[in-house]
């Protein structure tokens, strides 16, 4: 994976729409730009994100923008430089997240690393902070002699977007080509990097550079489009090889369809819920509803907000998120009670000769495990579950009946569920379950979700009654209990 | 009270759809011509997720109890206020004891008749729209009484409202590929790209095409569906999925309309044709 890294905070307002993208930022903090807002803005998305903090002090220059060089008194430099810092670690706390990395910015990053006064004097105003942040640096400048001498932490830093001289400083924004502005420039610029080691500079040749962290503009030209690309040439590759990744399709002009691997496991069911939870939780706008079935997601978004390639970065990097322990729901176990009378159970016998069991051996077999929810579909309130016995798959009807009763208890293929209303359907029936598993009165219509378990528990006719009569009296309570 | 006198043929009330019930099963329904229906709420001042009845083929006959304004647009069904014609696109006002009566089906197939402030019927899981097993009535009968707020305020609209015929007159089906159009063979693509289709048996579920396409596609493990898919069966028929369609289903998805497409496929009927075309994605 790439390392990106952006400056961030400066009033060009597309954080919200880069985080997802990078891995470090470095944050104006009232320097060259930023002020209080701007960085608890900033911070917020950071921490949201997952995204390393830096402080990116500057000369104190906002005319500017922090490009131009300036000479200071040394006591005045070292008091700004630390305000600065220090105005980022308030706002930091209050977001209870950490500053990882100091960055210096524009006409110092370049002073810093050509003069050795300069870059000592940096490294005297934060030598407090040693140990605690790192610091970012060009390759084989004046301040990484410095800096490794004193024992500081150094990441190397190279312009994804920018070009260098043969002295490994970068071309002046004065001169032309000091910019890479189109991607067919900047892919072999950071490929070359990666892989050997070594940057083509201004003349040609190839030198020797190391690099930790790739930093993009976020404010030049095409930048979101340079940083899009890179992710998508660099990381997506990786990203597909991760376990548990889902393949993102498009579906229609509006949605997007996430598919995990062709299978009816707890395994692929929990990685779908998983990750619906972390998109719910995520609560993101352009997204207006998440369809979950057995192995996939359909996410529907505002198609008008975000373009499909966005959200589905954003998705990708929602995936490879640390997500909180805490945010997992508790799985219930409900219990059905199921009447296996033959008034009800209208296909045991038949299957009884078919299988070659007996009237209560199939209700054993059917009463026996936990059943799955992996999702609702089909009918309001039907669920698919999993768990049948291999003993009980059998082929549904030749002929589907015309109607087949509310409650009714049925396997069909390798599937068993229950009818929540009335209706044709081709499944062996079974038995019935006095509940209603769909009531379009309440904020959720069914008692059960995906990921919960079934318990299917034998009722005599009597009993079917007495639970009938207390439903529709409204004092009978469906038993369950908390799994796991 | 709006009297049903006549219920045509099917008659029901929909908004634009039931959203976020659907990981319950619960289809999303709506009006299946989204353009018509918002047409008619915006000439009226409306909301548009305002309740309206959407008619079919024949149109119903209602008796107004209240004074209100209405509107309607979409399919010509020659609609008459008091046995003179009535204006399609256009703010009408109408007074107590006033009838509307529909005759014979000039062009389309769903005509939409929005009220001052939209049908009163009764909410359920957010939406007003009918659906079989959550609202009380799939389609209105006759002797039905539908609620609205009396509207004394009348409104007049001078504007004329261009009438967007291709929605009536294209053949052309605009569709994105279906997450399993790679199930398809070179060949089998080339079909359903220079063929001209033939609409078959259709409702507000599915319309699907007379013409088959040989397939021997796999089914897929249960997965979400949306209204304007297109659903290939092992049979080789294909299902395009409208408004009150399942939530899930397990044929391959080999197509899906666009919002477009959908409203113009809506105004079809049984026999006209279609003729599909990729868009870029």
């Known amino acids: 994976m790439l390392h990106i890294n952006c400056d961030v905070g400066e009033g060009v307002g597309n954080e919200e729409i880069l985080m997802p993208y990078i891995n470090a930022c470095n944050i104006a903090c009232g320097g060259h730009a930023g002020d209080v807002k701007t960085m608890h803005e900033v911070v917020a998305l950071a921490k949201r994100y997952q995204v390393e903090i830096g402080a990116h002090p500057s000369y104190p220059d906002r005319e500017n923008f922090g490009r131009t060089s300036m000479d200071m008194m040394e006591d005045e430099f070292i008091k700004i430089i630390q305000k600065q810092i220090t105005n980022l670690e308030e706002i930091v706390a209050l977001h209870d997240a950490k500053i990882a990395h100091i960055k210096p910015h524009g006409a110092l990053y370049n002073d810093v690393a050509k003069s050795e006064k300069k870059a000592q004097l940096f490294l005297d105003s934060i030598v407090k902070y040693k140990g605690k942040y790192k610091l970012y640096i060009p390759y084989n400048s004046v301040i990484e002699k410095l800096a490794l001498k004193q024992n500081f932490e150094v990441i190397y830093e190279v312009f994804a977007d920018r070009n260098y001289n043969d002295d490994l400083t970068l071309v002046s924004r004065k001169k032309e080509h000091a910019v890479l502005t189109k991607i067919e420039e900047v892919i072999p610029h950071v490929s070359l990097l990666k892989n050997e080691q070594k940057v083509k500079t201004i003349s040609g040749t190839k030198v020797l550079m190391k690099s930790d962290t790739f930093c993009v503009h976020s404010d030049t030209l095409n930048a979101m489009q340079i940083i899009q690309k890179l992710h998508t040439y660099f990381n997506s590759e990786s990203l597909q090889s991760l376990d548990n990744f889902p393949t993102y399709k498009r579906y229609g002009e509006a949605g997007l369809l996430l598919t995990w691997e062709a299978k009816m496991t707890q395994k692929v069911l929990y990685n779908v819920l998983e990750y619906q939870q972390n998109i719910l939780n995520f609560n993101i706008k352009v997204i207006l509803d998440v369809i979950q079935s057995n192995n996939s997601l359909l996410i529907l978004y505002d198609n008008k907000k975000v373009n499909i390639k966005t959200l589905q970065h954003l998705l990708e990097r929602l995936f490879l998120l640390e997500s909180d322990k805490i945010q997992t729901s508790t799985r219930c176990c409900w219990e059905v009670p199921v009447c296996y009378d033959k008034t009800f159970g209208i296909d045991l016998e038949e299957i009884a000769s078919n299988k070659k069991l007996s009237v209560s051996e199939i209700v054993e077999l059917h009463t026996a495990p936990k059943y799955q929810v992996f999702s609702t579909g089909f009918l309001p309130g039907f669920f698919y579950l999993g768990g049948l016995d291999k003993r009980l798959h059998i082929d549904r009807k030749s002929t589907p009946r015309l109607e087949v009763k509310k409650g009714a208890v049925g396997i069909g293929g390798m599937q068993t569920g229950i009818y929540p209303k009335t209706s044709p359907g081709g499944w062996q029936i079974l038995g019935n379950s006095p509940l209603n598993f769909f009531e379009v009165s309440k904020e959720k219509p069914c008692f059960a979700k995906a990921g919960d378990f079934i318990k299917f528990v034998s009722i005599s006719l009597e009993e079917y009654e007495r639970i009938s009569e207390a439903i529709s009296n409204g004092n009978y309570t469906i038993k369950s209990a908390e799994v796991c | ?281």
Do not use: W
């Not at chain 2, 209405?70 to 006002?93: E, F, H, W, Y």
């Not at chain 2, 997450?179 to 693509?189: A, V």
């Not at chain 2, 397939?215 to 092992?234: H, K, M, R």
């Open chain 2, 1 to 281: 009270m709006l009297e049903i006198l006549h219920s045509g043929l099917y008659t029901s009330v929909q908004d634009l759809g039931r959203f976020h019930h659907r990981n319950f099963g619960v289809p999303v329904a709506g009006v299946m011509d989204d353009y018509h229906a918002k047409l008619a709420n915006h000439i009226l001042g409306n909301e548009e997720n305002d309740a309206v009845l959407e008619m079919t083929l024949q149109g119903a006959a209602v008796c107004f109890h209240k004074e209100t304004q209405i509107a309607i647009c979409g399919a010509d069904l020659s609609a008459t206020l008091n046995n003179q014609p009535m204006r399609l696109n256009a703010s009408v006002k109408v007074s107590k004891g006033d009838t509307l009566t529909f005759g014979k089906r000039k062009y389309g197939v769903r005509t939409y008749l929005a009220i001052k402030n939209g049908f009163q019927t009764e909410i359920v899981l957010k939406s007003r729209s009918f659906y079989d097993g959550i609202t009380p009535k799939i389609r209105v009968d006759k002797g039905d009484f539908i609620p609205y707020q009396v509207s004394l305020r009348p409104i007049e609209t001078k504007s004329n409202i261009a009438l967007q015929k291709e929605i009536f007159k294209s053949k052309e089906i605009d569709v994105y590929e279906g997450p399993e159009f790679d199930f398809l063979s070179k060949q089998q693509q080339e079909i359903l790209f220079k063929s001209t289709f033939s609409i078959g048996l259709n409702n507000r579920m599915a319309y699907q095409l007379e013409e088959m396409l040989k397939n021997s596609c796999p089914s897929i493990i249960t997965s979400a569906v949306l209204p304007g898919t297109i659903q290939l069966t092992p049979s080789g028929k294909l299902i395009i999925l409208m408004k009150d369609c399942q939530t899930t289903g397990g044929y391959p998805r080999i197509l899906q309309l666009n919002q477009k497409s959908i409203i113009r496929l809506a105004q079809k009927h049984t026999r006209d044709q279609i003729q599909f075309k990729k868009l870029s994605t």
